[in-house]
């Protein structure tokens, strides 16, 4: 699900990084920040709660060998990551206290049945397949962050 690009270039790493900085001319919905060897490009919209399903490539730049090498991966932001872990792990956590709490009577089958644990079952579910039509929706946007990026290393 997170896809992975590394690039490897003659251009030194001050001509690739302008390029990037040149690039958000054109890409104008885009940014991008650099500091050490880190990089980040993101969209440049609104705070990170209100687009935090929107992908964000995140990679090192590093000189070695005498080119330049980009690294990274394309991934959410870090407050929707953890929103969607809290909630499918709060969920999980119900359902397993669901299972606890049987004292022999029903089977893990009827405890699974029951409305409480198809709730938590259900939800569960929902949270999964938001992040996944969110990762779907995203891909015109990571088209445009890896078009960004190719265009640097040309």
């Known amino acids: 699900m997170f896809k992975s690009?590394?690039?490897r270039n003659t251009k030194a790493l001050e001509a690739v990084i302008s390029s990037l900085d040149d690039g958000t001319k054109k890409y104008n919905d885009l940014r991008v920040s650099f500091n050490d060897s880190n990089l980040?490009?993101?969209r440049r919209q609104g705070?990170?709660?209100?687009?935090?399903?929107?992908?964000i490539f995140v990679g090192t730049l590093k000189i070695k060998d005498g080119t330049t090498l980009l690294n990274g991966y394309f991934r959410f932001h870090m407050i929707a990551v953890g929103l969607l872990l809290g909630f499918i792990g709060s969920?999980?956590?119900n359902l397993f206290n669901i299972l606890a709490q049987n004292?022999?009577?029903?089977?893990?089958?009827e405890l699974l049945l029951s409305p409480r644990a198809l709730f938590e079952l259900q939800f569960s579910g929902l949270c999964i397949l938001v992040a996944i039509f969110a990762w779907l929706g995203g891909k015109p946007f990571r088209q445009r962050i890896q078009n960004l990026i190719i265009e640097a290393f040309e």
Do not use: Q, R, T
């Not at 705070?47 to 992908?55: D, E, T, V």
């Open 40 to 42: 980040k490009i993101s």
């Open 5 to 7: 690009i590394s690039i």
């Open 91 to 93: 969920s999980l956590i």
């Open 47 to 55: 705070p990170a709660i209100l687009s935090g399903f929107f992908p």
């Open 103 to 109: 004292n022999g009577d029903a089977s893990v089958i």
